[in-house]
């Protein structure tokens, strides 16, 4: 099933000029990028993001690291997406990930761990609704979308 999911490059990866290795790793994997930008995230955007953490003592820490330097923001598109992703990226936790995956070939640390992504596609539409208006995102064929599954 062709489902959308939500994905962040963090500030971390973008002041280490990861941003490229990140996108090749997830369209070499088939996904398609259907919206994407760069932007400095507003302190409401990041308490829409973040607000199941709202009450947790780590909350401002968090929202002060994802404010502190520009993030880009992806709308991603393919089969499975939502499970794919999140098997690209890798476990949360740096010393966890797996080499091959993102996190484990380039986080530091749990914290910046260079990427988010959704986790089911209920939190994909509610993440995506933050920073994309359903006009933003583009529809297109990738060449490769007959061999892709």
Known sequence: MIERTFVMIKPDSVVRGLIGRVL????????KIVGMRMIRMSQEQAGKLYAV???KPFFGD????????????LAIE????????RRVIG????????????????????SMN????SDSTENA???????????????YSRLD???VS
Not at 127 to 135: D, H, Q
């Open 125 to 139: 539409a509610k993440e995506l609704s933050i920073f994309f208006a359903p006009s933003d995102l583009v529809e």
């Open 62 to 73: 968090l929202v002060g690291f994802i404010r502190s330097a520009p993030v880009v923001v």
């Open 24 to 31: 090749q790793r997830l369209e070499a994997k088939g996904l």
């Open 145 to 147: 979308a007959k061999w």
């Open 114 to 117: 260079v990427i988010h992504a």
């Open 53 to 55: 953490h709202n009450e």
């Open 78 to 85: 393919g089969e499975s997406a939502v499970a794919v992703v």
């Open 91 to 110: 476990a949360t936790d740096s010393k966890e990930a797996q080499p091959g995956t993102i996190r484990g070939d380039f986080s530091c640390s749990k």
